[in-house]
Each structure stands twice: as C-alpha cells, then as structure tokens.
C-alpha cells in the first residue's frame, strides 16, 4: 500500500495532468454566462454553463480588453480556453483567452420577456407604489433562515431601530419550490397584518439562483400587496422583476434595513433638542407670566380697588350707554333699509304696471294697425266703384260732347216732346235756355 497523499499534491498531479493534455490547452467551449463580476483589476470571473453543468472561468485583464461586446448574465458566448486547476480551492477552471458574444442565454430571453409584459400592466409606475412608514412598529423579513440576508438584516434592525419588532418568514429563496413560498409568505403577512413593512430577498448570485424573484406568482404578490415591500435581492448589480414592482428597491439587504427604519442614535438626538427647546421656551414663558403677575400687583387698581372699582362702573355705563345709542342707530338704519325696500318694491310694481301698460298699447295700435289696413281696403274698393260709376255717369258722357235737354222740370227725350215753351240745355260745364221755332217747310228750328 503506497503512502496516502496530500491534497495539496493530488491537486497539484491532476493540475499537471491537465495541463500536459494538448487537446485541453486550448479548447472552444459555447455556454451561457452567469454570475458574471467585473473586477477593479479589470479580470472577469464568471460561471459558464449549460442545462446540465457549469465551470467557473476567469479572463485576465490582458485578455479582456479585446471583447468587444458588452458581456452580462444571460450572454451565450463562445470562448477559447485552457482548462487547469485553482490550487487553492482545487476546482478545475477554465482560463479565457478569447471571448465572442453567441446570442442571449434561454434565462435571460425570459427575463426581458417578462420585464416588458409587466412595464406594459404599468407596475413600474411611481403611482403604483406605497410609501413606507416613518416609525413602524412591527417590520417582517421574507427570506431563507439560512442566508447572510436575515443576520445581516437583523443585525442592522437591532442597531437602528431596537424598538420595532421583526416578523420572520422563512422561505427558500431559490429552487423550484421558492417561489410558491415566497407568494404564501407574503399572502399571509397581508391576510394577518402581520407587520408594518416587509422586506423580501436574498443575497447575491447568477441569474438562475435569482430566478424565484423573476417568477410571475411572485411578483404579483408583490404588486397586490397592501403593506409596503421593499426589494433587496442580491448585490447592488443585481436587478429582478420585483425589484422594479416592489415599492421600493434596495442594493443590499443591509441597505433595505436602513431604509425602513429610522436611526435611533438621530431621533435620540433629535428628541434632546427638542426638549432643550422646548424646556427654554417654557422656562421664558413662565418668567413673562410671572412679570406679568408682578405687574399687576403692583398696579393701582389693586392698590384701591375701590377706585378700580368706580372706573370699570363708568366704563360699564358707558359701554351700556354707547350700546343703546348703537342700538338706536341700528334700529334707524334697518327702518330706513325697510322704507327703501318697500319704495323699491313699489316702484318696480309701478314699472311693471308702465309695462303692462306699455304692452296694452302696442296690443291696440296693432290692432288700430290691421283697422286701418282693413279701412284702406274697403276704402280702396270704394273709390273703384266710384270710379266705376264715375265712368257711367251722365257728367263723364257730356264730357265727351253730348248735352240733355230738361223742359219743365222734366228730360226730353225727342224733339216731339218739346212745347212751345222755353227749355234748358244742360252742358257739362253749364247751361243755356232755349226756345222751338218751326219754319215754313214744317221743320223745327231750336234757337
């Protein structure tokens, strides 16, 4: 039997191994990127998987200046790499020389999906969100019992704000079943009212161990919640779907402690001062009561109150006084108010009486109107059948040269009518008399 290894040097055999392996000193691997980070030295260290394993991998800065494409969570890339061992922790890792940008991870597709399904319900809106209380007495926590999130948001309760009581909810916050838990936790903090405020989330990590707070049961507890929800999940680089539907997003858990509660150490503070103020304004408001005191202990009226008495006697009578003349004078002033309204009211009963009057007569002279029209027209008629009659008329006919002759009262006729007696001519314009002669032939001559 040989002699048992250290680890250090079975990690440091298989890092050999690997590294003496051709095919495996540069390697093109197609994954999708999570728990991607930055680093100040400009190194990326993410974790590269597929749907049935992962591999952590590092790019130092001199490789990483060459992409070119802006590489996040959810990114598929196509890499090349050498595949070795961090002695340290004696995982096998791959060491990214090249790095290209292969479409977006099935995750991340969802994520913007879902984000832009509830941006368009109009659940990001600042309307939507609860303010959160100033004081709260009773502040709940949703998330696991065996994450850093609960001490490290405990921790800062107790230091800020002693007072409020913590509501502990326990859930998974990653897995399949987390979000069911989280939507149940929540339902019961409303349906109880168990808690002022309510914080929700976890600490950081990728993308599929945030996923819970990405599911759509969980953030629409969120949404329908009516006590006020503050998001903490992951680091400050994180985002989730109920980061922006909560009421309030927090970069840490740390953060959403102190944004719930008041600082303790400041409201004692601010407590001392207004005291402070409170017991100087009081103190000059007691020494200006008890001048005021000595004032009037000192005063006249309370040396001869008799006196005092006399003047406040003849300030009653005269305010009695001043009150009857007043009085009087109010009476007057109504009385003629009333006068003047009854003068009012008259004269407007007489202008409407004028105006009714003013209305009878444009009645009659409409009627006086249509009885002259109607007298034009008979009169109109009247003066065409003198016309008419004028037109027949014996006056009209000797106008136009014929005379008639009248003898003793009586018209002739005929010639034989006529006696020897004189007899009138008739013209229109006057008249002759006039005398039968017969000659001698046996005709009859009218002189």
């Given at each position: 039997?040989?002699?048992?290894?250290?680890?250090?040097?079975?990690?440091?055999?298989?890092?050999?191994?690997?590294?003496?392996?051709?095919?495996?000193?540069?390697?093109?691997?197609v994954g999708e990127v999570s728990n991607f980070k930055r680093h100040s030295s400009g190194h990326l260290y993410f974790t590269l998987k597929?749907?049935?394993?992962?591999?952590?991998?590092?790019?130092f800065a001199r490789d990483a200046g060459r992409v070119k494409t802006d590489i996040r969570d959810g990114a598929r890339v196509i890499i090349t790499a050498r595949i070795s061992v961090y002695v340290a922790s004696g995982e096998m890792q791959l060491y990214v020389e090249r790095m290209m940008e292969d479409g977006v991870g099935v995750l991340y597709e969802a994520y913007i999906r879902l984000k832009e399904d509830v941006e368009a319900r109009g659940w990001f809106e600042a309307e939507q969100k609860l303010p959160l209380p100033a004081f709260p007495q009773r502040i709940g926590i949703v998330t696991s019992p065996k994450g850093a999130a609960l001490h490290d948001i405990a921790t800062t309760l107790r230091r800020r704000y002693p007072q409020a009581a913590i509501v502990f909810a326990p859930v998974l916050v990653q897995g399949k079943d987390a979000a069911p838990q989280i939507v149940r936790a929540i339902e019961a903090m409303n349906e109880h009212q168990a808690c002022d405020v309510m914080i929700i989330g976890r600490g950081g990590g990728s993308i599929e161990e945030l996923w819970a707070f990405n599911e759509m049961s969980v953030v629409t507890?969120?949404?329908?919640?009516?006590?006020?929800?503050?998001?903490?999940?992951?680091?400050?680089?994180?985002?989730?779907?109920?980061?922006?539907v909560a009421d309030v997003r927090a970069a840490t858990p740390t953060a959403a402690a102190e944004l719930v509660t008041p600082e303790a150490v400041e409201l004692a503070k601010r407590l001392t001062e207004l005291n402070r103020r409170l017991t100087r304004h009081y103190a000059q408001y007691i020494n200006e009561r008890k001048d005021h005191v000595n004032r009037l202990a000192t005063s006249y009226g309370l040396k001869s109150p008799r006196v005092l008495l006399g003047l406040k006697q003849e300030r009653l009578d005269r305010a009695e006084m001043g009150l009857h003349r007043i009085g009087k004078q109010v009476l007057q002033t109504k009385q003629q108010a009333l006068t003047d309204q009854v003068n009012r009211f008259a004269r407007?009963?007489?202008?409407?009486?004028?105006?009714?009057?003013g209305r009878q007569v444009i009645r009659t002279r409409k009627q006086l109107e249509r009885i002259h029209a109607i007298m034009r027209s008979k009169q109109d008629r009247?003066?065409?059948?003198?016309?008419?009659?004028d037109s027949v008329s014996p006056t009209q006919v000797m106008l136009r040269g014929y005379t008639y002759v009248e003898q003793d009262g009586r018209l002739v006729r005929s010639v034989t009518e006529l006696s020897d007696q004189t007899f009138r001519v008739q013209f229109h314009d006057g008249s002759i008399l006039a005398k039968r002669e017969d000659e001698e032939d046996g005709n009859r001559t009218i002189l």
């Amino acid at each position: 039997m040989t002699n048992p290894l250290q680890v250090s040097e079975l990690v440091q055999y298989v890092k050999r191994e690997l590294e003496n392996d051709s095919l495996l000193q540069q390697v093109q691997v197609v994954g999708e990127v999570s728990n991607f980070k930055r680093h100040s030295s400009g190194h990326l260290y993410f974790t590269l998987k597929d749907e049935q394993s992962r591999m952590k991998a590092v790019m130092f800065a001199r490789d990483a200046g060459r992409v070119k494409t802006d590489i996040r969570d959810g990114a598929r890339v196509i890499i090349t790499a050498r595949i070795s061992v961090y002695v340290a922790s004696g995982e096998m890792q791959l060491y990214v020389e090249r790095m290209m940008e292969d479409g977006v991870g099935v995750l991340y597709e969802a994520y913007i999906r879902l984000k832009e399904d509830v941006e368009a319900r109009g659940w990001f809106e600042a309307e939507q969100k609860l303010p959160l209380p100033a004081f709260p007495q009773r502040i709940g926590i949703v998330t696991s019992p065996k994450g850093a999130a609960l001490h490290d948001i405990a921790t800062t309760l107790r230091r800020r704000y002693p007072q409020a009581a913590i509501v502990f909810a326990p859930v998974l916050v990653q897995g399949k079943d987390a979000a069911p838990q989280i939507v149940r936790a929540i339902e019961a903090m409303n349906e109880h009212q168990a808690c002022d405020v309510m914080i929700i989330g976890r600490g950081g990590g990728s993308i599929e161990e945030l996923w819970a707070f990405n599911e759509m049961s969980v953030v629409t507890a969120i949404h329908q919640s009516r006590i006020p929800i503050v998001s903490a999940v992951g680091h400050e680089t994180d985002f989730t779907i109920s980061d922006f539907v909560a009421d309030v997003r927090a970069a840490t858990p740390t953060a959403a402690a102190e944004l719930v509660t008041p600082e303790a150490v400041e409201l004692a503070k601010r407590l001392t001062e207004l005291n402070r103020r409170l017991t100087r304004h009081y103190a000059q408001y007691i020494n200006e009561r008890k001048d005021h005191v000595n004032r009037l202990a000192t005063s006249y009226g309370l040396k001869s109150p008799r006196v005092l008495l006399g003047l406040k006697q003849e300030r009653l009578d005269r305010a009695e006084m001043g009150l009857h003349r007043i009085g009087k004078q109010v009476l007057q002033t109504k009385q003629q108010a009333l006068t003047d309204q009854v003068n009012r009211f008259a004269r407007i009963a007489m202008q409407e009486r004028l105006a009714e009057q003013g209305r009878q007569v444009i009645r009659t002279r409409k009627q006086l109107e249509r009885i002259h029209a109607i007298m034009r027209s008979k009169q109109d008629r009247l003066h065409q059948m003198i016309a008419r009659l004028d037109s027949v008329s014996p006056t009209q006919v000797m106008l136009r040269g014929y005379t008639y002759v009248e003898q003793d009262g009586r018209l002739v006729r005929s010639v034989t009518e006529l006696s020897d007696q004189t007899f009138r001519v008739q013209f229109h314009d006057g008249s002759i008399l006039a005398k039968r002669e017969d000659e001698e032939d046996g005709n009859r001559t009218i002189l």
